[in-house]
């Protein structure tokens, strides 16, 4: 469990870098959807980290509240998980 939420964030950190850049350089952008995907499956801590660190998208909404939503529902499955076991 550890090892993939090492590499999901990793993974989300990265695309998140990737797509300011290509933002930068007006090229083919990854899709919205894929973003808060990687976020969905437990990347959203790395994501949001690079949204704040590269300033990317950070006059959109949806991410900057988004993300945070996600981020608290998965911290409270993880400590009723927790707390369950």
């Known amino acids: 469990m550890i090892v993939w939420l090492i590499f999901i964030n990793l993974a989300g950190f990265a695309v998140c870098a990737v797509d300011k850049y290509k933002a930068i350089k007006g090229k083919w952008r990854i899709p919205e959807r894929s973003i808060f995907g990687i976020s969905i499956i437990g990347g959203s801590v ?40």
Do not use: D, E, N, W
């Open 46 to 85: 790395g994501v949001y980290s690079a949204l704040l660190l590269f300033r990317h998208k950070i006059r959109y909404r949806r991410f900057m509240v988004g993300v945070p939503i996600i981020i608290f529902v998965q911290a409270c499955v993880f400590a009723y998980i927790a707390l369950k076991t």
